[in-house]
């Protein structure tokens, strides 16, 4: 007894806090290329490297390299370009308007657009994707009207919400977008379901789930990948590595012993570490856990390692919690800004035409935003305050009809 | 009970290739309490499947897989493991078509047996139903004989909202009335046993009068009807035994009548009592019959205490609790 170790409780901390100097050395990123790109029949353990790689497909030059090239034509890389750019300046506009009162809150993907837009444009909207409040980008690239999302966020006379969600929180089932809860993770086993469902008909569509790098820790995480491991579920699980859950490093989330892709191959589920500011690595590792799950494979887990550049919403500032610079110093970059610099070196692009391109991003944005705003911002219009009471159930029940009336409304 | 359960289940695996159930032990070997038997070897693996212990994730998946448009039925072996799925019923399933505005909703039923009376001390003999029933979005059912289960387990399923459908396991194999030192009767020599062959439906929402009186309505559900039938037959007075079958949507109607004509009520169950669904009940009953009502409401239920193993029946509000309740109420 006298000889035993006196315990001590170890509590994680990130490499660096405001005031810190950031040196990201140490994630110093693979060359692009490095990683073969295996048969979709793989074994789980055959995916040990990529678990705890990264597939990059862009080099420093701009080119699109190895074996993971998903070798897209320019017509689809500049709609992805578009979709991106066009996601940016939503975010941008819409975060504004918060700080002008004309809505309760607003959270911006900037940094991590190529996630949801190469992944809308790597898969039919036919297929079922479960998002988080992250993906917009999805909706973007699907052409999704930008009124549409306005007033919703707005909560105004034209929400497809009826008025009745926070902000941010999309639904849009012909798009193949599921209703966004805000809760973290329950969606993640959901998504499972579906595509349980999907195979149970004998259907050809698969499902996609996105969960952040904090809420791994959920049960639902885990219980998802159990589940898809079980019944071979034909979905993707997209595990979004954005660095941060609002001021909590990913450390938090158990990855400073191993990466979140990696919890993957415990599961037996072959699982990818991509470069999720790489649009053509993620359209690639989408397509390559598509392909696996319309075989009947199974489920992929992809994990996309990228950083949120903004806060985590109009609610938080960045600056209390993290290092200022980390964004700028990023060691993947800008996904917009590596994706224009590969269409430029491909000869499908130019500077004149990306300002042409950014110009008329912004404009399209600002003309919904005039529309929508007509239609009213948070209080100038909202739907009928009857909406309160319908599709609590498919019909309504003598509870609620006389709660209604006591309302007076 | 058990039998008549299983012929709805068969009834609508049959009708409807879009049911289908799994759960923890409800495939190959039919459920714990064999509500499942036969279903998976007659209808096919992919109908009648064993699920992962993970009820959060086994509601999670029924739930993706009513928004693909799938009508799953899964069993939760015992109430008192619903917990870690509490979430995804409560955040999820309940509000998915009113946070949607009805672009999605999932049409589950969560079939779980509940309540004491088996020995199973405090994690096999909870009566979580009031956990559910103050949830907006969430239907609540409790059968109380054979035929209504069917009935209503058949209207659960083809509902498009979510059920929370609990079985009174102490039902299970005969109408317990709660005289635990005396044999319980098998269902074959009571009336509601007689279970008709094939779709039926007994809809949601609607109480039955198990027996008509003049002197008190006694309200209750599952297994404590059996038990205020008991109840009145040993104080000898003439109550009206109001089967509540659905908690949500509640079948008020029934009940104003009821009290309205008696002037005396008398609520009954096994869930613990502070904050139970009897507290809903006593309030609607002031709120709507107080000028009919001749005496105080009375709340018979579960002590505000674990269910514990030794105290079975001191715990169990049986037939001589509730006795005394009508006695007191009639006295008032």
């Keep these: 007894m006298t000889n035993a170790t006196k315990l001590s409780l170890h509590v994680p901390a990130p490499k660096a806090r405001p005031g810190d100097p ?6 110093t990123p693979p060359p692009a290329g490095a990683l073969g790109r295996p048969d979709i029949a793989v074994h789980a353990e055959d995916t040990r490297d990529h678990a705890r790689g990264l597939i990059r497909v862009l080099n420093d030059e701009g080119e699109a390299v190895g074996a993971w090239n998903p070798r897209l034509n320019a017509e689809v890389l500049r709609e992805g370009l578009r979709a991106m750019m066009l996601t940016r300046a939503f975010d941008d506009r819409m975060f504004r308007m918060q700080r002008q009162g004309k809505t309760s809150f607003y959270m911006k993907c900037t940094g991590e657009e190529a996630v949801a837009c190469a992944a809308a444009l790597a898969l039919p909207r036919d ?17 999704y009207p930008l009124v549409r999302m306005m007033n919703h966020i707005y909560s105004n006379a034209a929400d497809p919400n009826r008025g009745r969600q926070m902000p941010v929180h999309y639904t849009a089932k012909a798009y193949g977008f599921f209703s966004i809860s805000g809760n973290l993770a329950t969606q993640f086993p959901q998504a499972v379901g579906w595509a349980m469902a999907s195979a149970y008909k004998g259907d050809t569509r698969i499902a996609t789930a996105y969960i952040g790098d904090g809420s791994t820790s959920e049960g639902d995480f885990h219980q998802a990948l159990t589940f898809a491991s079980v019944y071979r579920a034909p979905v993707i699980l997209n595990i979004v590595n954005n660095q941060w859950a609002i001021s909590s490093f990913q450390g938090f989330a158990g990855a400073g012993e191993s990466t979140f892709a990696a919890r993957g191959l415990g599961y037996g589920l072959p699982s990818l570490r991509v470069d999720g500011n790489d649009f053509l690595a993620v359209f690639a590792a989408t397509q390559w856990a598509a392909e696996r799950a319309r075989a009947n494979l199974g489920a992929t887990v992809i994990e996309h390692y990228t950083y949120r550049a903004a806060p985590h919403s109009t609610s938080d500032d960045p600056t209390r919690y993290r290092p200022a610079e980390e964004a700028e110093k990023w060691p993947l970059g800008d996904p917009i800004e590596r994706l224009k610099k ?5 000869g499908e692009w130019s500077e004149a035409k990306h300002k042409a391109l950014d110009k008329q991003v912004v404009e ?8 929508s705003e007509a239609i009213g911002t948070l209080g100038q219009s909202r739907p009928s305050v009857k909406e309160m009471f319908e599709d609590v159930y498919k019909d309504q029940p003598w509870h609620l009809r006389r709660q209604r009336q006591e309302l007076g409304v | 009970m058990v039998q008549a359960l299983n012929s709805a289940l068969d009834v609508m695996l049959a009708r409807d290739p879009d049911v289908l159930i799994f759960g923890e032990d409800v495939g190959y070997f039919g459920g714990v309490f064999r509500v499942t038997d036969g279903l998976q070897k007659k209808h096919g693996l992919t109908r009648c499947f064993d699920a992962p212990i993970a009820e959060g994730g086994i509601v999670a998946a029924a739930i993706g897989m009513g928004a693909y448009g799938l009508r799953p039925v899964v069993e939760i072996q015992f109430a008192d493991y ?4 509490y979430d995804q019923l409560v955040s999820e399933a309940a509000r998915l078509r009113y946070r949607s505005a009805g672009d999605f909703f999932a049409p589950l039923t969560v079939r779980t047996p509940y309540g004491g009376g088996i020995f199973g001390g405090q994690t096999h003999s909870q009566s979580p139903e009031a956990l559910f029933t103050h949830v907006a979005g969430l239907k609540t059912v409790v059968p109380s004989n054979p035929h209504d289960a069917k009935g209503l387990l058949i209207a659960a399923i083809e509902d498009d909202d979510p059920v929370m459908f609990f079985e009174p396991k102490r039902l299970y194999n005969g109408p317990f009335d709660g005289w635990h030192d005396k044999p319980v009767e098998p269902w074959s020599k009571h009336p509601a046993s007689d279970v008709p062959e094939g779709h039926y439906v007994v809809p949601l929402g609607k109480a039955a009068i198990a027996r008509a009186g003049a002197d008190v309505t006694i309200l209750a559900y599952g297994t404590m009807v059996h038990v205020a039938l008991a109840a009145a037959a040993h104080a000898e007075v003439d109550a009206e035994v109001i089967d509540l079958r659905t908690l949500v949507p509640l079948d008020l109607e029934s009940i104003v009548a009821s009290v309205e004509k008696t002037g005396r009520c008398v609520i009954v169950h096994e869930a613990t009592r502070t904050s139970g669904f009897g507290a809903e009940l006593a309030a609607l009953v002031q709120e709507h019959c107080f000028y009919a009502l001749e005496a105080p409401i009375a709340r018979v239920a579960g002590w505000d205490t674990p269910y514990p193993h030794a105290f079975e029946w001191e715990y169990f509000p049986g037939p001589k609790r509730v006795a005394d309740a009508l006695r007191a109420v009639m006295a008032a």
């Design chain 1, 22 to 27: 950031v040196d990201f050395s140490p994630l």
């Design chain 1, 127 to 143: 297929d079922m994707c479960f998002p988080t409040y992250r993906q917009q980008g999805m909706l973007i690239a699907r052409a």
């Design chain 1, 342 to 346: 590969h269409l430029i070196a491909r």
């Design chain 1, 364 to 371: 399209e944005v600002r003309a919904a935003g005039k529309e």
């Design chain 2, 82 to 85: 619903i917990y870690p799925a």
